[in-house]
């Protein structure tokens, strides 16, 4: 019901920056984009998928991992349907597949990010990101 897209995904090298971007092309019947609480992950070969960042349905709420936290910044623009991941100072250890994510559009407006990938329905198909040391 939810369609997610990622793209901004490169090969960048150490230190460089890049921002993926992931727009929802279609919401379930009767709600709103603004509805949903969105995050992003990631998944290294031959790792599980762990979480990076995440966005309360006001914007107000973004928890980070902490390898991300400080270098990466999490947005929304409702308006656009779209949220984004800037990502600065790249690691070599920041490469792997991209994901974002929306739950399922239930919460009151007040509730906060959610880094739980349990509390995702809904999962674009990755943008991948290389760092080269």
């Known amino acids: 019901q939810v369609q997610l897209v990622e793209s901004g995904g490169g090969l960048v090298q150490t230190g460089g920056s890049l921002r993926l971007s992931c727009t929802t092309s279609r919401v379930a019947p009767g709600l709103t984009y603004s509805r949903y609480r969105l995050g992003w992950f990631r998944q290294a070969p031959g790792k599980e998928r762990e979480f990076v960042a995440a966005?309360?349905?006001?914007?107000?709420?973004?928890p980070y991992s902490d390898s991300t936290k400080g270098r990466f910044t999490i947005s929304r623009d409702n308006a656009k349907k779209t949220i984004y991941l800037q990502m600065n100072n790249l690691q070599p250890s920041d490469s792997g597949d991209y994901y974002c994510a929306a739950d399922r559009g239930t919460s009151i407006s007040s509730t906060p990010a959610t880094t739980s990938i349990q509390d995702y329905a809904y999962w674009g198909q990755g943008t991948q990101v290389t760092v080269s040391s």
């Open positions: 966005i309360s349905r006001s914007g107000n709420s973004t």
